[in-house]
């Protein structure tokens, strides 16, 4: 029985994994899809609701998102360049 419950735990465990690095990649593209779209609207002036509107995301997920990523607010990398 042991045994058992310990084999169910290593398979929870590896499928955590899995997830969590297919979140990691995702959440990676979603802010070179980010960075993108501020580069070619560099001349504009942008609201976090106008960027997170036209790239389907909510204000909430693509702040979170792209701050985890890059340890910067979306906004300030605009700023910035």
Known sequence: MLLSLYQRRAEERRGYRIHSFAKDTREKQIVLQLKEYLQERISQTLSLETIA?????????????FKKE????IIDYFINM
């Open 70 to 73: 890059t340890s910067i607010s």
């Open 53 to 65: 509107e036209e790239n389907g995301y909510s204000v909430s997920q693509i702040q979170r998102i």
